[in-house]
């Protein structure tokens, strides 16, 4: 899987926005960006994904830069449960000999801080 | 059910003994996927189910660790002679097939090996 790259870390404060970027500069044609996100002791949870264009959710937005070597997550209202560790993944789904496979490789995150 | 189900949701073990973890995914979903996760560090891909079949064991960290996965639903990764280095979160997850949907992940199961 192509690597990534975050901040160790962020802060925000209650109900401002939060931009969390990624960059992703070996990213590959057929890979999505995907988000997920760690909530202390608990699994992940999948926050968003896209290929090409910006996408919105009920959770979060994410802006795919142009030439697709950098995204963005958008929080637009922070509140203190955002306060996670925030992976951005790359993830491939093209066919290989094996079939597909389609494993997310989760690297270190982004750990955010909200304060009150 | 609605959600990614595993258990048991805490499990301690004796060195030297077996352990089995159950996953139940969401229903539908033929992808399945168990992580595992130790204090304070990243998640670490263990094996990927398709239906039934396993084409992806590359995690597994050693011959004592195996896992079955029976009528494309319910998977159970198994632990052999269990080591205190065992000692982690196992998290299941599924997906649809077609690979460009998000994952449910489980709660987890938290094993302790004394």
């Known amino acids: 899987d192509a690597k990534t790259t975050q901040p160790n870390s962020m802060e925000s404060n209650e109900e401002e926005p939060v931009h969390l970027p990624c960059n992703h500069s070996t990213i590959s044609g057929t890979d999505y960006i995907h988000w997920y996100r760690q909530l202390p002791s608990q699994g992940p949870e999948y926050v968003i994904h896209?290929?090409?264009s910006n996408v919105n959710n009920r959770m979060a937005s994410l802006a795919i830069a142009e030439d697709r070597k950098s995204s963005t997550l958008i929080l637009h209202r922070a509140t203190l449960r955002d306060a996670a560790v925030y992976y951005c993944i790359l993830r491939d789904t093209t066919l290989n000999s094996g079939g597909s496979n389609y494993k997310l490789t989760f690297g270190k995150g982004t750990l955010l801080t909200v304060n009150p | 059910g609605a959600g990614v189900s595993q258990s048991p949701s805490n499990k301690v073990t004796e060195k030297g003994k077996d352990v089995e973890l159950r996953c139940d995914p969401i229903s539908g979903h033929t992808a399945l996927y168990w992580y595992r996760q130790s204090l304070g560090q990243g998640l670490e891909f263990l094996i990927y189910f398709q239906g039934n079949s396993a084409p992806d064991k590359s995690g597994l960290p050693s011959d004592r660790f195996s896992a079955e996965r029976t009528g494309g639903s319910v998977s159970t990764l198994t632990i052999q002679r269990t080591q205190q280095e065992d000692s982690a979160v196992y998290l299941c997850a599924s997906s649809w097939v077609e690979g460009t949907s998000g994952y449910t992940f489980g709660s987890g199961t938290r094993l302790t090996v004394v």
């Open positions: 896209g290929l090409t």
